[in-house]
């Protein structure tokens, strides 16, 4: 007669085999007993280490047992009652237990707390969400106003290590910086780079009432702060407003290269202009910023503005202020694909819709350091499903171009001073 060899039953030694039987139940249930029967086991571990054996008389103890109590650790985004043993020093202090400190220490409740208000859970709706439907593992003990100070504290000490993280080690060929619009009196100035790689990095944000010279100026010293080098050359990426080209090149030098968002410019454009000629004036537009020959662009925008005169003269003197930084790109020489990817501001805009989905349970901002904690956040979130720039590849043309452009701005201003020696 042949035999089995296959064992009817195979039941796990302690600490586990008391949790073992709840697996029939559920193997989230039998989790959460067998951790809290292995947790018991090391604390006992800890208190004997501590203490010696129970009923010994060691020369070496560094203290003894003192009783039990009941504690509460983080379990699924709620809190789990556990007993831990207690004990006291010889010197009569409590002395902590390793294990029971580092299962304290493991925000698990911040981070679910975290996690969920980033996927747009409502605070009312997180039993629901971390909790079997039956009511199988026990429910979490902290209510919606616990799970939102959890959110504040760690996003407020997220947001303070990526305000003060060291830039000095990312090889940035590429700033962008914009303006995100939370309130009527509120707006932030978000900067993102890109590096040799096409890499990008969200580096910081800062808040203001407007888009004006000061608040700028503050978000460029916290970057120089970090370990951005302003004397590498980059390609800054601004909307076209005067005060962030004035920063810019503040702190970088007058040679510094901006470029102006085309896009912004053709929607200034349009707005100001009678709907007959949006079609032909678009057009234009689309032409220029195509074309590889910088001179050429100017002319045809300029012919443009000329032939604008007559119908919308204030549009014509639009079309031409800020032409250079209109066209810097083209000025470079580089290629088409790259061309498209860096003369417009597309990845600090969109940005913009990870943060309108994470916000948009926020009925009410309460103060300028909620909206940076919330915006902050989305952008880490955002920057998670960062893809490199369509044209990483070419972007050795670009450092190419910004080191040959420094080379002759560096040239032209020592002939200058030598001319005004002379």
Partial sequence: MKTSTMMTSAIPRAPVGKAWEEVSASFDRFCLAAGIETLGAMMEADAEVACGPRH?????????????????????????????????????????????????????????????????????????????????????????????RHFVALSAARMKEWMTADLSKLDLLVVQIDGIHMTGDLV??????????????????????TENAAVVQALIDNLLARGLDPAVPRLFIIDGSKALSKAIRRSFGREALIQRCQIHKARNIMERLPKPLHAAVRRVLRQAWELDDAEKAEKLIRNLARRLEHDAPGVSASILEGLDEILTVSRLGLSKELRRALARTNIVENVMSPVRRVCRNVKRWRSASMALRWTAAAMQEAAKGFRRLKAHKQLPTLRAALQAHQMKSSTHGVLARQANAA
Wanted: proline residues 5%; aromatic residues 6%; without cysteine.
């Fill in 56 to 148: 010994s008389r060691s020369e070496d103890r560094r203290g003894h047992r003192w009783g039990r109590t009941a504690g509460k650790i983080g379990f699924h985004a709620g809190k789990v009652a556990i007993e831990r043993p207690r004990v006291r020093g010889l010197n009569g202090k409590e002395l902590p237990l390793a294990s029971w400190e580092q299962a304290v220490d493991e925000d698990w409740l911040g981070q679910w707390a975290m996690n969920l208000m980033l996927i747009n859970v409502s605070t009312r709706k997180f039993r629901r969400a971390v909790r079997l439907p039956e009511g199988d593992v026990p429910a979490p003990a902290g209510t919606k106003s616990a799970a939102s």
């Fill in 188 to 209: 932030l100035v978000a900067a993102i780079g890109i590096d040799g790689e096409g890499v990008k990095h969200p580096l910081g944000l800062i808040e203001g009432a």
